[in-house]
């Protein structure tokens, strides 16, 4: 008889989930989105409305996900929550997409994004483009090997990028505070603003690049198998770390408004950079580089932290290889799943290159809102399939607050998909997700119809 793979070790404490849900939602997005948001809103006042707004939508998705984190405190949880709400079929598509397109697409511009800006904050010039490419699949390597050598070693670069990310944007709000009154008014011409919108209008353009900033937090639910007291620590962990990300948001935009003015978060390419560079000048641009490189380091941590777990779940349900479900017995990590989404993701950036991945990912990311809408109202959906199943946690407003939320999450696709440059990427995202399926049908589709749906012989 075959012996028995390890589990996964149950070692990550809420701090370290919360670290986790922190770390997924804050990347480099922060430091650039505003700018995009406050060209749309039109004004600064509307502009600080979008992200109030995306934060009380995020506040409804964190007590959506903190009752579904609780369903399936196992690894992969939300891998479990679409195959059990919509068929075998969603989840195998979801996660061989995410593997090959999504996530492995995220951790090679991450790590470029990372290796650029740390190249500007300490030699004030990017590195030549091959360097800047094997620095990138270095640090790839480096970040798979930390997460191979245990899940504590994963947690503890968590951990400390969560902090510094943190620390960063409280102190650009300081800075603001700080700030002379005139400061914004230096720097106002810097901007163009385009065509105002009607208010309506611009708030809903808005909302779809606040919202995929706000998201992330999802994540969590791939690690629940590695949680301690799952049941508690993991909607903990959302709450708790979705609260701390909208009131941080809040306080940076706020202080970008502050110091640059709105027509000069408009028109701004490297806005946190220049917020802080309006007191500090060069030596703040520099800083704010450093910055950004440790929270692209964070967010690559958490793909490759995370991720994984995807592969494994679907490994141990038997429709991945099952060498992926494998758990190394001294380090309990799953080795061949790191492995193969950072292998997968490392064969891309070298033949896709950054502008080819950078297409790819912006298809791939806006079905996979579809997948994080579908989760959102999964708890609707299990409701009626399953109306005894075992719910640890009841979060309030139940059935209106995820359904709210969900909604909230289709607006975002559907404003995405009119965007024309979203729209275009987005077809080589439906031909991935197509082939999936196509993969799927016909791999397992005999093996997963029901035993008794042959006719009934009464």
């Given at each position: 008889m075959a012996e028995e793979a390890p589990p996964l070790r149950r070692e990550l404490s809420a701090f370290d989930a919360t670290a986790v849900v922190i770390g997924a939602i804050v990347g480099v997005g922060i430091f650039f989105t505003p700018s995009r948001v406050a060209a749309l809103a039109g004004d600064g006042g509307l502009a600080l409305l979008t992200w109030g707004i995306g934060g009380v939508i995020a506040l409804l998705g964190a007590l959506t996900f903190a009752e579904l984190g609780a369903m399936v405190p196992r690894a992969g949880g939300q891998y479990e929550l679409l195959r059990d709400a919509y068929g075998p079929a969603t989840g195998f598509v979801y996660v061989v997409c995410n593997a090959t397109a999504t996530q492995a697409g995220s951790i090679g511009v991450i790590a470029l994004v990372c290796v650029d800006n740390l190249a500007v904050a300490l030699t004030g010039a990017v590195l030549d483009p091959w360097l800047t490419l094997g620095c990138a699949i270095g640090l790839t390597i480096g970040i798979a090997l930390a997460n191979v050598a245990g899940v504590r070693w994963g947690a503890r670069i968590q951990n400390l990028t969560v902090v510094a990310k943190l620390a960063t944007l409280v102190a650009v709000g300081m800075v603001a505070l700080l700030a002379e009154p005139e400061a914004p008014a230096a720097v106002a011409a810097a901007g163009e603003i385009g065509p105002r919108l009607h208010p309506v209008a611009a708030l809903a353009a808005a909302l779809v690049p606040t919202l995929f900033t706000f998201g992330g937090w999802q994540q969590v639910l791939w690690i629940g198998g590695e949680v301690r007291s799952p049941e508690r620590n993991l909607p903990l962990s959302i709450l708790v770390g979705v609260g701390i990300v909208v009131v941080v948001y809040l306080l940076a935009c706020w202080a970008y408004l502050a110091l640059l003015g709105h027509a000069g978060v408009a028109g701004s390419e490297t806005l946190a950079a220049d917020a802080v560079a309006a007191v500090f000048g060069g030596p703040g641009r520099r800083v704010v580089g450093v910055a950004v490189a440790v929270s692209a380091l964070g967010i690559l941590n958490t793909q490759l932290l995370t991720g994984p777990r995807l592969l494994y779940a679907l490994a141990l349900d038997g429709r991945l290889w099952r060498v992926l479900g494998r758990v190394h017995a001294g380090r309990g990590t799953p080795v061949p799943a790191i492995a193969v989404l950072a292998g997968v993701s490392i064969v891309l950036l070298l033949a896709a290159g950054k502008d080819g991945v950078d297409r790819l990912l912006t298809g791939v990311v806006l079905v996979d809102a579809v997948f994080f809408a579908l989760t959102g109202?999964?708890?609707?959906?299990?409701?009626?399939?399953?109306?005894?199943?075992?719910?640890?946690?009841?979060?309030?407003?139940?059935?209106?607050?995820?359904?709210?939320?969900?909604?909230?999450?289709?607006?975002?696709?559907?404003?995405?998909?009119?965007?024309?440059?979203?729209?275009?990427?987005?077809?080589?995202?439906?031909?991935?997700?197509?082939?999936?399926?196509?993969?799927?049908l016909v791999r397992f589709r005999r093996r997963d119809e029901p035993a008794d749906s042959s006719p009934s012989s009464d």
């Open positions: 109202v999964a708890s609707l959906v299990l409701a009626r399939r399953q109306p005894h199943a075992a719910r640890p946690v009841r979060m309030p407003g139940f059935p209106w607050v995820p359904a709210l939320f969900g909604l909230a999450e289709v607006g975002v696709v559907v404003g995405a998909w009119l965007d024309p440059e979203v729209r275009g990427a987005a077809a080589i995202g439906a031909v991935w997700i197509a082939a999936v399926l196509v993969l799927y």
